[in-house]
């Protein structure tokens, strides 16, 4: 039993009390709320708390025609696989009442249309960006094989989703909340992240894991996250390169489990951003606000004692 001061042992409402007047919040809730934390009640002001007809949802379908990414084990390429992920989750998103998801797509070379879908995003007046896009490896890692008669190349080394934001998006604690919503609910549905971007291997494109549970690496440079002003995160929906994982991403059981994912995470962030907080969400983002003004460790998200440069950033 906890003793505060010699005596009686205090009791557990007492205990309680003091502690959210040192911390300022509830000692239980010292880790942002994810929809797994959050209990069944908070769950429903959740929903009550979204107004899904409202909310201004992004999706962004990674590369152009032109310049369409990566080449899958199968000799698909990733626009392909954007393309048709970026229409199923626009499409649940719309039947789950989210009128206003809105899925950009953009022509032309590359790193015009990534400018063009930050403008558009803009323009829209977007609450958060999804980015989707399907993985590859470093060209050291492929090897050749042959199916059709075609030479194609393949690595089924690593398999796996992960995501990306960046600490210089204009809204870094939405981004990471939205981003480990996402991850969060993949988890629940079954879907595990690749962890291969932390190993020394990767060289230039090692990433740090800012959240291990929910799969989220921090990757600054990319445009469609840094320049955007609202929350924004980047989903690799998986190894096209693996030629396992290529066949179950082209599978639409696979599009549906994460478009699903998708959704509820959309609606969790909404409820988090929009109306009345529920008091699990509304702690987690002033966990962040208090960790930006005070440096406290205390009441510091686990996660964030691995970020070295955040300060960096305020
Ligand atoms: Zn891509």
């Given amino acids: ?56 949802m992004v999706i962004d379908v990674g590369h152009t025609r032109e310049q369409p990414g990566a080449t899958s084990a199968h000799g698909i390429t990733e626009y392909d696989f ?17 009128a206003k998801a809105t899925l950009i797509v953009t022509g032309g070379p590359a790193r015009q249309s990534l400018f063009q879908r930050v403008a558009r995003a803009s323009k829209l007046n977007a609450q958060a960006y999804l980015s989707i896009h399907h993985d590859s490896v470093p060209e050291q890692f ?13 690595c089924d080394r ?35 992240y690749t962890p291969h971007y932390t190993e020394k291997f ?6 740090q894991l800012v959240d291990k549970e929910a ?8 445009i469609v996250l840094r320049k955007t ?17 290529d066949a179950v991403l082209a599978d639409p059981e696979r599009q549906q489990l994460i478009a ?6 959309v609606d969790a962030f909404c409820a988090a951003r929009g109306g009345q907080r529920p008091p699990e969400v509304a702690s987690a983002a002033r966990v962040e606000r208090t960790s930006a003004r005070t440096k406290k460790r205390a009441v510091r998200p686990v996660a964030m004692k691995r970020e070295p440069d955040r300060k960096k950033l305020r």
């Fill in 260 to 265: 699903a994912s998708a959704v509820e995470a």
């Fill in 215 to 222: 799969g989220v690496y921090r990757y600054d440079q990319l």
């Fill in 229 to 245: 002003r609202m929350p924004a995160a980047l989903l690799e929906a998986g190894m096209i390169v693996n030629r396992t994982d």
């Fill in 158 to 192: 690593f398999s796996g989703h992960s995501i990306f934001i960046s600490n210089d998006n204009g809204d870094r604690p939405g981004s990471l909340l939205f981003a480990r919503l996402l991850g969060n609910r993949m988890k629940t549905h079954g879907l595990q």
């Fill in 1 to 56: 039993m906890l003793r505060l001061w010699r005596g009686r042992p205090a009791r557990p409402a007492v205990v309680a009390v003091l502690l959210f007047l040192l911390h300022g919040q509830h000692p239980v809730a010292a880790e942002p709320a994810t929809a797994e934390t959050t209990p069944p009640d908070a769950a429903s002001a959740q929903r009550q708390a979204c107004n899904r007809a409202s909310f201004r």
């Fill in 142 to 154: 492929k090897a050749l094989w042959q199916e059709d008669g075609r030479v194609l190349s393949y």
């Fill in 82 to 98: 954007n393309l048709r992920l970026g229409k199923v989750i626009e499409r649940a998103l719309r039947d789950a009442g989210f």
């Fill in 202 to 207: 990767m060289g230039s494109r090692r990433r």
